[in-house]
């Protein structure tokens, strides 16, 4: 479970999160939607510890993200994080791409972090590519790349950021489909995305950020049937 509790995070001057409460179940599928500079990929940073933060608290599975205490290695382990565009070792192939962090960071033998790494490529769908360089990839074939790295470190949560929002549209779909097989696996996912009908085919609750707060959180039906904000239902109405 990851539990955010009054978070405050602030850049200089500039606070971008203005006290955030947030708890997300295991198994749960939630989806973050917001303008641009509404704090949404500052959440995805802070939950993981890349970013510090001003007040308040995150919690997953119990452990405080930002305790001197906390070990910060082992604590990402759990929280695999994709982003819109992953630089993949060009030099690598993907197979070898995919097993990098199994043998670097966990240090897992090669035979077992290939085995894995050819299970994830697999489930992605990239059974045909793992000799391949990942500049022979599409950008649908590299985000599932990506994907499927992050998955290859077994993690009990994934945070997608915007993970097709680089992509031609005719490789969205391919993306977003990972990203349902996923969901429908049990994988406890946040992904923000502007991809407003997955947000509704796939998530448990949607969450709506603006300037720094979330302004909204319900379950897709009312979130898109019946907004109560009125941000909210000024966001769909421009993203309709
Ligand atoms: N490292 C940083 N240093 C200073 N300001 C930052 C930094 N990262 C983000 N910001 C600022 O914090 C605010 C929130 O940014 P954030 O990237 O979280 O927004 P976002 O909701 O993800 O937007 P987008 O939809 O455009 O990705 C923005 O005003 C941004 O300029
Ligand atoms: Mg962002």
Known sequence: MIEIQDLRKSFGPLEVLKGIDLTVA????????????????????CINGLEP??????????????????NLDKLRRKIGIVFQQWNAFPHLTVLENVMLAPRK??????????EMAVRQLTH??????????PSRLSGGQQQRMAIARALAMSPDYMLFDEVTSALDPMLVGEVLDTLRMLASEGMTMICVTHEMKFAREVSDRVAFFHQGVMAEIAAPEAFFEAP???????????TH
């Open 26 to 45: 295991k198994g749960e599928v939630l989806t973050i939607v917001g303008g641009s500079g509404s704090g949404k990929s500052t959440l995805l940073t």
């Open 53 to 70: 933060i001003n007040a308040g608290r995150i919690l997953v599975d119990g452990t405080e993200v930002h305790a001197k205490s906390t």
């Open 105 to 114: 960071v966990l240090g897992q033998p090669k035979a077992q972090a290939e």
């Open 124 to 133: 992605v769908g990239l059974a045909d590519k793992l000799a391949v360089y």
């Open 228 to 238: 109560t904000r009125p941000e909210t239902r000024a966001f769909l109405a421009a």
